[in-house]
């Protein structure tokens, strides 16, 4: 297992002058190993009508492998008045870096134990919302699909211990491989460790399907030399047969 938490915190802040906009970070302080990281508001000086709103529970962009059906997402923050989120995507690099912006992973599908987070279009910004808004146009991967303390409009809803601290401070959520993935589950294992097994299971499975689908087709349209003669030697049976048939009726 990876040393590294497969599940961390992310810090979701709302200016006190300008409501319609956010900042996504992660300036975590961790109080202690029992009460876990606690979001603290920006120290940057720019940053200082920022206040914490939310905290949400992400997968750890550094965390391989990448657990299946999860995706890396960077938020660009501006470096400029008024210091907000500007943007989400989809980062299909995984060796990118930018130190203005923020890097999660989470899901982009429903997923059991998950809560839709939604992303506006603000002017030159994004607003991230766990209130769906029909009014408001979202961006083109919203709503994205995140953990949180109190899962919040999900189909499937945890027991009262659904959120534990781990040992180290960490956020204890847990998984289980479900085809092909690895989803929430209160009853499950670590998610490094799930991502771990399902990865290899895919790989001793991919090899497996080529195997057999070379074996399929090597025996299909390139038959064996023992093949071969059974069926040369079933020609010339018969042949014989056939010509001592004819030779002992014409005989008689």
Known sequence: MSNLPGIVPICLYRNVQIPDICYVGSPLVLKNKKDGFTCVNPSDRHRKNWVHSDTIYVVNPMLRPIPSHTYILRVKNTDKFPYNSVSIVHEYDPFYSDTTSTFFGAWLNPTPYTTPLHIYKKGNGIL????????????????????????????????????????????????????????????????????????????????????????????????????????????FFLFVSTLFFVIFRFKT
Do not use: M
Not at 156 to 161: C, F, G, N, Q
Not at 178 to 188: E, M, S
């Open 128 to 235: 991230l919302s766990f209130d769906h808004i029909p009014t408001e146009v979202q961006t083109s991967i919203s709503p994205i699909y995140v953990l949180t303390e109190k899962p919040r409009k999900t189909t499937v809803l945890p027991k009262s211990d659904w959120f534990q601290i781990g040992k180290d401070g960490a956020p204890k959520f847990l998984f289980q491989r479900y085809q092909g993935r690895c989803i929430p589950n209160p009853n499950g294992i670590w998610l490094d460790q799930c991502s771990l097994e399902q990865n290899i299971l895919y790989e001793h499975s991919s090899s497996l399907l080529k195997y057999l689908d070379q074996k399929k087709s090597s025996s299909t349209y390139i038959p064996s030399t023992n093949v071969l003669g059974i069926v040369n030697f079933s020609l």
